[in-house]
C-alpha cells in the first residue's frame, strides 16, 4: 500500500521530487533538534494542482499529511512522527511571487517564498512586509501564515494575520480554495481564510497568499539602553509611545543573561556592559525629523532614571551590529545546552509581577540559566530556561505556564503549539474552547489527514 502511494505521489510531481532515506533526513526533524521523525517520504510539489492531487493520493491511502516551508518552527509542527507512514508536503518548490502592486500596497505570492525574498522584492518596489524575525532568511510565507508569525515589527503593524489579505488553501479533500481576494474591505459573510492562519496545517495547505504591504520608512533609529528594571522599561515604553506613536517600530526586552550568551557563544559584544535589563528599541518614519525627537525623548527618559545609560546606532552598520546581539540570542540559547521554551504573554502591565512569581517558582529547581528577552512591546516574552540535561523539562514547562495563567496570559503568544505544547493547551485551555477547536477540525478534515497530533491531541485517523 506504502508502495502504491509512493508510486502515485512519484506519477504526480516526478519521481526526482519523491525523496525517502537519506534524502528525507533533513525535512524529518525540526530546528531545535527535538522531535526526530521518520516520514515515508517527503513530496515536493511544484503547483497548487499538484498539491492538491498528492493530498487526494493521500486520502485514498489514509495517510498523514505534514505541510512543510522553512521548518523554522520552534514547536515541532512541520516534522512527522515516528511511524514511518506521514508524508511530508514540502512547499520549497512554490518559491514564486506572483504580483506586487505599489500602489495597492500588496504582494502576491507563493507559500514557499522565502520571507527575506519576499521583502526584498517589496522593497525594490519602496514597499516594506513588515514581518520581522531571526529566522526570516529560511522561513517561508506559508509557515509564516500557518503560524501566525509575530517577531519584533507587530507592536506597529499587528501580527501576520493582520497583513494576510487573501489566501488559496488546498482542502484536506483535495479541493481548492480561492481566497486570494486582495481587498482591504470584505464583509461579505464569514471571513474564512481566518482558519487557516495560524492553524499549523492542521486544517489545510496554504499554497498563496497576498499580503498587505506599507511604505518602506526613510529614516530609521536604534538605539540599546540599560534600564534597571522591567518596570524601568515599562516606563521607558510609555514615554516612547508618548512622543513618538506609532514610528516605534520595534521595543525589545532583552536580560543581561542573554547577552552574555551571545558574547559566550558568538563573541558579539554589547558596547553596553554590566547591568540585567536592556531594551533594544526602533523607531522608523517617511518623514524627517525622526531622530531630533527620538533623541530629546531618550535624553528625559535617562533624566528621569528610566534609562540608566544607552547607544544610539550612528549609522546602518552600528544598527545591524545592535540587532545582531539580539538576533543571536535563540541560537546562543541552543549552543548552551537543554532547553525549555516559555513563548509566553501576559497583560503588559503585569509583567514585572510575572517576572517575580516566574522566578520564585522556580527557584527550588537548581542549575537554571533564565534566558529571558522578547517582544516587550507586545507583552510577548521568551521565558526561556537553559537547564542540566537531568532536569524534567515538562516539569519546568507546568511550572511556568500556571504562572502565566494566574495573570491571564498565554502558553503561545506567537510560535504555535505544534507537537510541543499539545499537552498544555490541553491542560490549560477551556474544556469547551477545546470542543469547539475538535469539531471545527472534525468538519474540515474529517479523515484527521491535515497534520494529526499537532495542535490538538489526535482523535483517530493516520
Ligand atoms: P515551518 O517550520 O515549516 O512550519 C511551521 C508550522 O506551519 C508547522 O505546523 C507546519 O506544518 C505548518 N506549515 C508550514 N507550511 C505550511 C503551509 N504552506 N500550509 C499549512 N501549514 C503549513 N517566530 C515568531 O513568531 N517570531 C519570532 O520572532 C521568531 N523568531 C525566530 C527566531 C529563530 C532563530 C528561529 C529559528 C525561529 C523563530 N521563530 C519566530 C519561529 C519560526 O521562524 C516561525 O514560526 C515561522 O513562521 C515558521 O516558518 P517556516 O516556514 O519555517 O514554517
Ligand atoms: C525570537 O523572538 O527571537 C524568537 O521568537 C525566540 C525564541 O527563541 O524563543
Ligand atoms: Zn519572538
Redesign the pocket.
Known sequence: MNQDLLSELAAIVSPSQVLTGEDAAGYAID?RKLFPGKPLCVVRPGSTEEVAAVVRACVKHGAGI?????????AG??VPDSSGAQVVLS?SRMNRIRAIDPVGMTLCAE?GVILQTAKEAAAEKGRFLPIS???EG???L???I??N????NVLRYGMTRALVLGLEVVLPNGEVLDLQRSLRKDNAGYDLKQLFIGA??TLG??TAATLRLVPQQRNTLTALMAVESPQAALALLARAQTELGDNISAFELISGISLGLVEQHFGLKSPLQGGNWFVLMEAASTLPGLRDVAEEMLGAALEAGEAVDGVIAESGAQAASLWALREHI??AEGRAGKGAKHDISVPLIEIPAFLAAAEEALAPTPGLILNVFGHLGDGNLHYNVVMPKTADSEAINRLVHDVVARFGGSISA???I?QYRVGELARLRAPNELALAQALKGLIDPEGIM?PG?VLARRGGP
Open positions: 530546528w505534514v505541510p512543510q516551508s522553512g521548518n523554522t518552527g520552534l509542527g512541520a512547499l507559500a524575525l531571526a529566522a529560511s522561513a517561508m506559508g509557515g509564516v500557518a503560524t508569525a509575530g517577531g519584533i499549523e496545517g495547505i496554504v535563540t541560537e506567537e510560535h504555535g505544534g497534520n499537532k
